[in-house]
């Protein structure tokens, strides 16, 4: 009898956004990689004991959306088998700089025009971004920085710890898996400010607002030299996994803008960093920094899918 559900990893994504490139990343840290099996077999690879990689793309036999969420669905409702959905989007002028530097047909372009399918595949495919776990906008990633997420995040017990900061609203409860739960809501509301009140803490004119509370300054340099002095202890003491939650009234200001921050202020000084805003419905990915240099690392961007 297996002690734990074994992990399954499926991934997906837009065509030219480095799915074969995240599924070769999972097979080098020791997942079992399968490309386009069809998925009336999935559930049957998944039933094997030992870490999978699943790929799944609108060139799988017999795919559809409806059928690819239904089998994770099912999935998860076993107990031997821990599914997580993982997709690879970029923006729609880095797919068509790919597909023009390697002059690939897109596989929904019917007429040959490179936009015409990626405005086809991210209609398509658009619920199954709404339903993915992790979403890796590889826009700006270099092959290299692909790697390092995917090891992470996703890694077997390698080197490394993942480290997720999210932002959270208090009324919609404290997420369950946090390690540690830091409260904003003494500092002061953007909510009350009638040109801030519609923005996000991902806008710089909330972040400034929230900067210029008196007691922000000291409070961002406690919370930041805390966490750093403990990420190192946690990867001394083995940990694999740490999240961090911010919570404030909404889930949409002052943690927003906290979390921001410290994703920027790890990122800055090495640390890989998974940023997560519940309650905005968004994730993404803060690339650590090259120590020497303090900029990402330069590399050659993700390529089209092969």
Known sequence: MRDQPSRLIIVTGLSGA???????ALEDIGYEAVDNPPLAIVETLARVDRPLAV????RT???SVEDVLSTIDRLRSSASVHPELLFLTASPEALQRRFSETRRRHPLALTGKVTEGIEAEQALTLPLR???DWVIDTSQLSLTSLRQIIEQRFGLGGPGMTITLVSFG???GLPQEADLVIDTRFLRN????PDLREKTGLD????TYISEDPDFPEFYERVGGLIEFLLPRFVREGKKYVMIAIGCTGGKHRSVSLVEMLGTRLSDRGWGVLVEHRNLDMKSVVVPHDNATGNAASQPTVGVEK
Request: glycine share 10%; proline share 11%.
């Open 130 to 132: 709404n339903a993915a």
């Open 204 to 207: 710089p004119a909330v972040r």
């Open 170 to 172: 208090f009324p919609s």
């Open 55 to 58: 790929g799944i793309d609108t």
């Open 190 to 193: 953007p909510h009350y400010i």
């Open 18 to 24: 480095g799915r074969n490139s995240g599924l070769r």
């Open 61 to 63: 036999r017999d795919f």
